[in-house]
């Protein structure tokens, strides 16, 4: 939804105090942190002193409107953001306790610890399905044999794809419909096990069917990871989210359980953008 200009200066008139919600400790102990953390793009600030505490072993959804830096702020979780050219950022993430954007940390090691799956579907196009899956693991030193095998069945297990694929690991990775290609890029996160998976939109590309697959799938993952997930789609935060982030104009507008913030958002900006007022 478009917001007229006048919208736009009324809700920016709705300011919060404060972007630096209490941790969540008491309800579950915390994997990651980001504490003060901004990011730019060529000089234009994406993100501005976010803190904010993620629960181990929970789905944590981060909303907002279009352009509100829920994906840079996820792609500063793995070091992602680095990758673009004229990027910054400032501020830590902690993730058991060490800053990852520490002097010295590999962000190679920090992106195995902290797995990623995007927006579109992007299987490997030239690699079976099986070799998709153990693309990562192989290039780690892992030979192919019972072991590569053993993990690349027990990835696509996790992911929900074993039983719609398994007479099909040789055909390409992308012969399989656009559902099941995500689900093959979760498995191929998996398969280098990972502490944290990070999900960018990863059902804006697919049919109703493929939707709840993939919703049903978070709820599956969080008994082994930590699971973050970018949605623009309010009911699927609602479904599938523990605790929920609200972002806007690249601030931390509420943080708290989910059912807290689309029940009682204590924030009049959050109440108008999960009723839709704005955004």
Not at 42 to 47: E, S, T
Not at 82 to 102: M, N
Not at 149 to 169: F, H, I, K, M, T
Request: hydrophobic share 40%; with cysteine.
């Amino acid at each position: 939804m478009t917001l007229s200009i006048q919208k736009v200066r009324e809700v920016k008139t709705l300011e919060v105090s404060s972007g630096h919600p209490e941790p969540l400790q008491s309800r579950g102990t915390e994997k990651m942190r980001t504490v003060g953390l901004s990011a730019w793009y060529n000089g234009k600030q994406a993100i501005e002193d976010v803190s904010l505490g993620i629960v181990a072993n929970a789905v944590t959804a981060i909303i907002g409107p279009s352009g509100c830096g829920k994906s840079t702020y996820v792609r500063c979780l793995n070091r992602m953001h680095e990758l673009v050219p004229g990027s910054t950022v400032s501020g830590q993430v902690i993730l058991d306790g060490k800053d990852i954007y520490a002097k010295g940390v590999d962000p190679v090691l920090v992106r195995r610890r902290v797995g990623m799956v995007f927006q579109k579907p992007n299987p490997f196009p030239t690699m079976s399905i099986y070799d998709n899956v153990a693309a990562g693991l192989e290039l780690t030193g892992m030979k192919k044999g019972k072991n590569l095998n053993d993990v690349v069945r027990r990835s696509l297990e996790q992911a929900g794809l074993w039983d719609e694929v398994r007479d099909d690991l040789n055909k390409q990775g992308t012969s399989i419909s656009g559902g099941q290609q995500q689900r093959l890029c979760i498995a191929r996160a998996i398969a280098l096990e990972p502490e944290v998976i990070l999900m960018d939109e990863p059902c804006s590309a697919l049919d109703p069917v493929a939707t709840a697959k993939i919703e049903g799938l978070m709820s599956d993952l969080k008994a082994r990871y930590t699971v973050v997930v970018v949605t623009h789609n309010m009911q699927q935060a609602f479904r599938v989210a523990d605790y929920t982030a609200f972002l806007y104009l690249g601030k931390l507008i509420e943080y708290d359980e989910t059912a807290k913030i689309f029940e009682n958002p204590q924030q009049e900006l959050t109440e108008r953008y999960i009723t839709g007022k704005f955004g």
